[in-house]
């Protein structure tokens, strides 16, 4: 299968869905999408609809918070809500930021989730990053046992420092987890200097063979990512195909 992970850069605001976006993603010919940073706004319905006329017939949301984003979920396959809730004591934002799903004909989890920018908010950015991470870690604990993948925005770099947090992807690593490291690129771009950053992943318990892992910036006529004008969003497109391991393999 193939599983799409895009943040789409609505931030807080009802940003107009471009026209030819669900004919992009449809391109990328991906079995489940998952968008970050979506706000339904005038054109939610059109978009569910192309979806629809492109195979995509099943999709969920993360429940609305007033003034921030959400998950937005689509698959061409029998999807439905699971259990897993984002935490309510760390900060608001974070209600809205996590949608678990069960791909019941698949036999596998997804939790699509992006971890808030608190960049603006310096003082206390440390605590509130960490505070997430720490329900990402407990979540891959709880989970680890089962055919299971995290994936989205986790605004968090590889390189970044401990205080930012990047010590903590190598924990999930470390704790058994495959994550899906395209070969080369990235998924952002720093607007002060234009320095690459990776801050979109996916991770898949044991259960799986990761067969690929790609940052899309263009692909045919469609820009995702990027500085030209007619850029959909300022973060790449992350694409991955998996297969799920059998019994023997496992």
Wanted: proline share 4%; net charge positive.
């Amino acid at each position: 299968m193939k599983l799409l992970t895009w943040n789409i850069n609505h931030r807080t605001f009802n940003r107009k869905i471009p026209y030819h976006m669900a004919k992009a993603i449809a391109s990328l010919a991906p079995d489940v999408i998952v968008l970050t940073e979506y706000v339904p706004g005038s054109s939610h319905q059109r978009f569910i609809e192309q979806l629809y006329s492109y195979g995509f017939t099943q999709h969920v949301m993360s429940k609305r918070v007033l003034k921030e984003n959400q998950v937005f979920i689509a698959a061409n396959t029998t999807l439905e809500c699971g259990k897993i809730l984002a935490p309510t004591n760390i900060e608001k934002s974070v209600l809205s930021n996590a949608l678990h799903i069960l791909l019941s004909q698949e036999g596998f989890d997804i939790l699509g989730m992006r971890v808030p920018d608190f960049s603006n908010q310096p003082i206390i950015t440390p605590t509130f990053k960490r505070q997430c991470w720490d329900w990402i870690l407990k979540i891959a604990a709880d989970n680890r046992n089962h055919p299971f993948v995290i994936m989205g925005d986790f605004n968090t770099d590889p390189g970044d420092s401990r205080a930012k947090c990047g010590d903590q992807l190598s924990k999930l690593v470390d704790e058994g987890w495959q994550h899906a490291v395209p070969k080369s690129g990235a998924s952002y771009w720093a607007i002060k200097n234009g320095s690459e950053r990776r801050l979109d992943h996916a991770f898949t318990s044991r259960h799986f063979d990761v067969l690929d892992a790609k940052y899309i910036i263009e692909s045919g006529s469609y820009v995702f990512a990027g500085k030209k004008s007619e850029a959909m969003s300022d973060h790449a497109v992350l694409l991955i195909e998996i297969n799920i391991k059998s019994d023997k393999q496992l």
